[in-house]
């Protein structure tokens, strides 16, 4: 069964301090991954994804996630918060082969906090 | 120039009713979403169309019955509302099936059933 773990329910973080936001994966193959960002009433945003090749992907309004496979995760990163990015992060997983073709598996969301 | 768009953004009605909630994209993609999302933030998919075809089908009650009528459309019709179908319903949209494109969606259609 495919799977998308956001071990932390809430993170809550400084303004100016680094944040990470943390993601594992359970799936067969070599999945697709993806981060979005939910602001609140509003609808998901897409933040970065990870297709193949360099393990650190650069995204919008300095966030960077890192995969690594051997680990199966996929870390939300940012070396410096501001407290605008105080939102819901979802991290998400699709198989790029199988049956669930086109399916994209959710994490639960981390609710990430910053601090002035 | 709103990429993916949904109607009615709020719907509060009673329980037995029938209700509809409408999508379109203009971003010429050929695949469309429903996403169910509770009052946890849980994110769930419904149904997923390929070029107005049903390729994913969830266990989701047959009360909710899913049309497209063209690419660019997806909408959700649902019947005899129940209380725990009061969440956020959101619509996206990708191109293709399966590849690396992400997913945009739309802004939600909030339904409160009373």
């Known amino acids: 069964a495919q799977s998308v773990a956001q071990p932390e329910d809430q993170v809550n973080v400084a303004e100016g301090n680094p944040l990470t936001v943390k993601c594992t994966y359970s799936v067969s193959g070599n999945p697709y991954l993806f981060w979005y960002v939910q602001y609140p009433n509003r609808g998901l945003q897409f933040l970065l994804k990870?297709?193949?090749?360099?393990?650190l992907v650069k995204g919008s309004y300095g966030f960077e996630a890192e995969f690594n496979k051997s680990q199966t995760s996929y870390h939300l990163k940012k070396p410096s918060a501001l407290v605008s990015d105080s939102a819901l992060y979802f991290c998400?997983?699709?198989?790029?082969?199988?049956?669930?073709?086109?399916?994209?598996?959710f994490g639960r969301g981390t609710q990430l906090t910053v601090w002035p | 120039d709103t990429a993916v768009s949904q109607t009615p953004k709020y719907l509060v009605t009673q329980m037995g009713n029938d209700k509809s909630i409408k999508c379109e994209q203009n971003l010429g993609h050929d695949t469309m979403y429903w996403y169910k999302q509770d009052s946890k933030k849980f994110l769930k998919i419904m149904f997923s169309?390929?070029?107005?075809?049903?390729?994913i089908n969830e266990t989701v009650p047959n009360r909710f019955s899913p049309k497209s009528p063209d690419k660019a459309h997806l909408n959700l019709h649902i019947n005899s509302l129940e209380l725990g179908d009061s969440a956020v319903y959101f619509c996206a949209s990708s191109q293709g099936v399966g590849g690396p494109g992400e997913q945009f969606f739309g802004p939600g259609t909030r339904l409160t059933v009373l």
């Open positions: 169309y390929n070029n107005k075809e049903l390729i």
């Open positions: 990870y297709i193949t090749g360099d393990n």
């Open positions: 998400a997983v699709r198989r790029a082969r199988g049956s669930t073709l086109g399916r994209l598996y």
